[in-house]
């Protein structure tokens, strides 16, 4: 039993040496406090979280009373909710990344705005539907796994993109989704349903395009005069 208990330990807080040369050297990227305590407790957790930056920017982009956060991760994003949000909530389905999450929002100071829920979302965010303003997804995409060239192959992967949609927008009609920098023009606009407002971003960081962020409803025109096409690139 002791035996077991100390294998749990060994692979649930991984060493620095097993993550991703460029993962490891983007650091401050993902959290400008890293130095101050950052836990990161899986390989997921290090491929998953948004940079600084760009999780900053879609936080800006969604200011509002109550958001949802369905993939929390290690709290990249629900962190940088709680500073233009007055309540976040962070659901994630594995205890170790929640916790993580949870003692990262504390490095910021913003836990307390924050509701740490474990489970699946696709279960849970049920009973805020009509009762929370925006619904922010970022599933884990796979990482480092999926920068084979071509287009992004949702096809591959537990979340089809369709289905993403439609369960976010039975939350609320305002919604944020975060996917791969490789995904489609074509197959974004194909999961969006008929009629629907929407706006695509390639978020860049060091002129380098890192993410893409669609935005629906009333989150997918920001500010004066804004149209989608002024908005498609947005450095960060």
Not at 97 to 108: P, T, V
Not at 118 to 133: E, H, M, N, P
Not at 184 to 190: T, V
């Amino acid at each position: 039993m002791r035996r077991k208990r100390r294998e749990r330990k060994k692979k649930k807080k991984i060493r620095q040496e097993e993550i991703h040369p460029k993962y490891i050297a983007q650091r401050f990227r993902l959290f400008s406090k890293y130095d101050q305590g950052i836990s990161l407790s899986d390989h997921e957790s290090w491929y998953s979280v948004l940079p600084e930056k760009i999780a900053s920017h879609v936080a800006s982009r969604c200011s509002c009373d109550v958001i949802v956060d369905a993939f929390a991760g290690a709290g990249g994003s629900c962190i940088q909710f709680a500073t233009t949000c007055k309540y976040v909530i962070a659901i994630e389905n594995v205890n170790s990344r929640l916790m993580d999450a949870k003692h990262n929002a504390e490095i910021y100071n913003v836990a307390h705005k924050i509701d740490f829920i474990l489970g699946d979302a696709f279960q849970i965010v049920r009973s805020f539907t009509g009762k929370v303003d925006a619904i922010f997804v970022a599933p884990p995409w796979g990482g480092p796994n999926y920068e084979n060239g071509g287009f992004f192959d949702f096809g591959r992967f537990q979340y089809q993109l369709g289905d993403l949609v439609d369960f976010a927008l039975q939350v609320t009609p305002n919604v944020a989704i975060s996917l791969p920098r490789t995904s489609s023009p074509r197959e974004i606009a194909s999961a969006v349903p008929q009629g629907q407002t929407f706006q695509v971003e390639y978020n860049y960081l060091n002129a380098k395009c890192k993410t893409i962020t669609v935005y629906l409803g009333n989150l997918a025109h920001h500010g004066e005069n804004a149209s989608a096409d002024a908005l498609s690139n947005t450095a960060c």
